[in-house]
């Protein structure tokens, strides 16, 4: 018998208050006990790196239980089973799991999806092919429902959702406006992912330029940031728009109670009332029996070159928090992702 | 040929500034015309009052144009026709017609609904089996979709609109929590009209009886109000919570500007991510092709007595300015209509 592996794990060692900081983290090392009856030991290769994580930091009632202080930080993982004493699983499998920020987990084997490396890069399991791309094709299909000729609008255009909901609604006939941090995102989602306009939201007119890029209304806004891009959006919306909330990173560093400003409230919600507004809010779990659907349709799109997709991967899992971080501020070029192993 | 009759209608004078006034109403008389070939001359028996009629008085964008000033107010009817020249209808005949604050109206007949007074009394054309109760239906079909044992809130709950809410709610299994102002209207919806709760906003403690009468949280709230009923509801919302709003008659009144306090807006869209919840604006209108079945399903109600409906009935067309004004003040109890023939 080989010697234990030691784990590496980052846990949440304090909740932030407002903006996380590297404090917040931990990394801790331990062995690996032995497997029991019907267990795999798995060896993480990639970890996501997701906006979501921000509200697991939080005790806040939320749709999902927070990671406890001192607990390992939640993330969806592929990894490599390194031994198995469970029949499905033989060592060598690659897997999608949801182990954490972590590089080695024993897993029972009820939480993990074989990966085919032959059909896609098996980091697609955690981006276009994996939970963002399916919270974008989730939102649209129950939500946003994006008609020919509509106009939809989306923010974080380069990232892992919003680069999927651009081009998704492209493929449905919408004219779509992304909304990126900076020329390069900007340049990237019109040339290479074929967005119809691109809009830097640094931009000091940025509300005039988002007016005059939908000059017949928003119809569909995918809402993933709230902050002053809702603000831009909101008086374009028209008549029966739909808004898919799935994400609010401007909001998740704020304090919950009380915030400055006079109250937009009552505005939007005679908004809703005249222009018989939906704003439905959604995590894509509750659409988990459309999954197989989505498997099949997103990777048809991507093999034929329809849905494109730009990972940002950063090496070393003791990078994590750090990357993290940046994520928060816009600062990744692409679904945020860390080699863990190589 | 008779003399000609001559009309009295209500016209808008002056768009109001904040909460309407009687100076902003004007009555005029007018002789009516000679029917041209194909139209009716209608005789208004009863004149509905609703809610909505306030968003008409301002020129705001909105889901139906304004009133202009020195315009009749709208409002929808039930008419007598007094002459024909139209093949489809006879003298005598009782219609639903849409042809607002006056006595009589000339119409080509499109507009038109005909009525059997032997089916129901003619007024529910404006309540129950009108407009009122169809929002009612259409907004629970489409939007709130109580289930049995879910808990089911709504406002102005001895109104047209919240009383058939309610009644509806119940018919589907749904637990029924009903908002009044004064004990009068609580007991009506309680003992009248089957509620399982009552509770009155004017309470001081109006907020704690709400949580107290909600064990298990708030599944649907019909939002017709606003106000400092929302405020007390919002804490309330369960996961996956639907909310369709189909008036907001605490805010009719208000500057569409800034309001005064912390801006609530952050708080409601991280709960709208955080609870899944769905805020829907509509009006009935936009699901018309549900009338059929609205008709059949609540003339059978009705019929049963599990549809109940209580009638607040104004004499004359001259009052329906001052009527107009109590009932944005809730000052009505029941379905406010006017008398305008005898």
Redesign the interface.
């Known amino acids: 018998m080989t010697g234990q592996p030691v784990a590496t794990r980052i846990v949440l060692a304090s909740r932030p208050s407002g903006k996380p900081v590297a404090a917040n983290f931990r990394l801790e090392r331990e062995t690996v006990r032995d497997l029991a009856e019907g267990e795999v030991l798995l060896e993480t290769l990639y970890l996501s790196l997701d906006p979501y994580m921000r509200?697991r930091m939080d005790d806040?009632?939320?749709?999902a239980k927070p990671v406890d202080i001192g607990g390992v930080m939640e993330g969806g993982t592929v990894a490599r089973v390194s031994r198995s004493s469970n029949a499905a699983f033989k060592a060598g499998d690659i897997v999608l799991s949801h182990s954490g920020w972590q590089s080695h987990a024993i897993s029972d084997g009820g939480d993990l999806r074989k990966l085919d490396p032959q059909i896609a890069p098996i980091t697609t399991a955690l981006g276009t092919l994996g939970m963002p791309g399916f919270t974008a094709y989730a939102g649209l299909r129950n939500i946003g429902k994006p008609k020919a000729g509509e106009t939809l609008v989306v923010a974080a255009a380069s990232g892992a959702v919003g680069s999927a909901v651009g081009q998704m609604a492209k493929i449905y006939g919408a004219r779509v406006v992304g909304i990126a941090g900076g020329p390069e995102k900007c340049d990237y989602i019109r040339q290479a992912l074929g967005f119809d306009v691109a809009i830097d939201h640094y931009a000091s007119d940025f509300p005039a330029q988002l007016a005059a890029a939908c000059p017949k209304g928003i119809d569909v806004y995918f809402?993933n940031v709230?902050g002053h891009v809702?603000s831009a959006v909101f008086p374009l919306l028209n008549?029966?728009a739909r808004i898919p909330?799935?994400?609010?990173i401007a909001?998740y560093n704020?304090a919950?109670?009380?915030?400055?400003?006079?109250?937009?409230?009552?505005?939007?919600?005679?908004?809703?009332?005249?222009?018989?507004?939906?704003?439905?809010?959604?995590?894509q779990r509750?659409f988990a029996e459309q999954r197989p659907d989505f498997y099949q349709q997103a990777g048809a799109w991507i093999s034929e070159g329809r849905l494109k997709y730009k990972e940002d991967v950063v090496d070393g899992l003791e990078n994590a928090p750090e990357a993290f971080l940046g994520l928060l501020e816009g600062k990744n070029f692409g679904k945020l992702i860390v080699r863990v192993a190589p």
Do not use: N, Q
Not at 60 to 63: E, F, P, R, V
Not at 245 to 248: A, F, N, S, T, Y
Not at 260 to 279: E, F, N
């Open positions: 509200g806040a009632k939320s749709y809402e709230g809702w008549d029966f909330v799935c994400g609010l909001h704020e919950s109670s009380v915030s400055s400003g006079h109250d937009r409230l009552p505005a939007v919600m005679r908004a809703i009332l005249r222009k018989s507004l939906t704003i439905r809010g959604f995590i509750e």
